[in-house]
């Protein structure tokens, strides 16, 4: 009797709290930032990296691996903001640089905000061994960035 309650009343809070298909699929899917492949810099700057700009300039930024062969183009969050970095150095100081360089500190803030909850978020877990080594090792793989290009 007492499981068939719980499960009745589990299912009793979902139906208030009003959960849907949709809210389960964004609780469990990985969190992503669209960006446009124009906002990382000028083509020639980010097609080593991402390859030709293409017919799609949207760009996945996540925290997997760099991949340029698909469709939406998908972008690693750390070395998206090295890119941007990089690229921001990189862009000759004219009125068409200062546009484009404005258009790549809002796509950084947008990196950095995503960069910075998922490196929380691993540092924030403490490691089997305690906080001792570890903690170290764990800082290092994914580094402090600056808040600014």
């Not at 925290?63 to 000759?92: S, V, Y």
């Not at 490691?127 to 600014?148: E, I, L, N, V």
């Amino acid at each position: 009797m007492r499981p068939s309650f719980l499960a009745l009343s589990f299912l009793a809070l979902c139906l208030a709290s009003e959960c849907t298909s949709q809210t389960w699929k964004n609780a469990f899917s990985a969190q992503v930032v669209t960006v446009s492949y124009d906002d990382l810099g000028p083509e020639s700057f980010v097609a080593p990296l991402l390859g030709p700009r293409g017919g799609n300039p949207q760009v996945v930024v996540h925290a997997g691996a760099i991949r340029a062969d698909t469709e939406p183009r998908r972008l690693n969050a750390h070395q998206g903001l090295l890119l941007l970095r990089k690229n921001a150095r990189q862009l000759p100081a004219t009125p068409a640089g200062a546009a484009l360089r404005q258009r790549m500190d809002v796509a950084y803030a947008r990196l950095l905000h995503f960069y910075n909850a998922r490196r929380a978020a691993f540092t924030s877990v403490p490691p089997f061994g305690g906080r001792g080594s570890m903690t170290m090792a764990r800082m290092t793989t994914m580094p402090p960035m600056p808040p600014t290009l």
